[in-house]
């Protein structure tokens, strides 16, 4: 009988962690969407996308000119306007680390002369994984100039 309790207490743990491991990917594969669609939103300037993305109390904050900067959402989403995708243009999600219903992410995104590293932080609401805030840093690439050939 002994046998037979615990037979049956490994196949009910085993259960209950396979349901939590499928819903962590669930879980990242909507918060990937998410940044997918601030993503896409930041490379065509659509504001419909990126404010989306956002919760209404978001906010991007950053430090510049010596003092500590925030931004609503209403003061960000006003700044963009459509374009076409810039061919040298990237965007990447280096992680996501989830802990129940909160989550953060950091991202980056390279354009011809900057890359901006944002760090996000998320909420699981009822519309799903939401960007709550936002921190961001940004700095030029790195270039590496090639001495020119000798002349024989």
Do not use: C
């Not at 921190?135 to 020119?148: F, G, N, Q």
């Amino acid at each position: 009988m002994r046998k037979m309790l615990l037979f049956i207490s490994v196949i009910l743990l085993s259960l209950n962690v396979n349901a939590q491991a499928s819903d962590t990917i669930n879980d990242w594969n909507l918060i990937q969407k998410t940044i997918n669609l601030y993503l896409d939103g930041q490379a065509t300037g659509d504001s419909v996308k990126i404010g989306s993305s956002f919760d209404d109390s978001w906010q991007l904050k950053y430090f510049a000119d010596n003092e500590l900067k925030t931004v609503t959402k209403a003061q960000y989403v006003v700044g963009f306007t459509a374009h076409p995708r810039p061919k040298n243009w990237s965007g990447r999600t280096v992680f996501i680390d989830i802990t129940n219903n909160v989550a953060i992410a950091k991202v980056e995104i390279s354009t011809a002369t900057l890359l901006f590293i944002d760090y996000f932080h998320f909420i699981k609401t009822n519309k799903g994984w939401l960007i709550v805030d936002k921190i961001s840093t940004r700095t030029p690439h790195k270039t590496v100039e090639v001495p020119a050939p000798k002349a024989k």
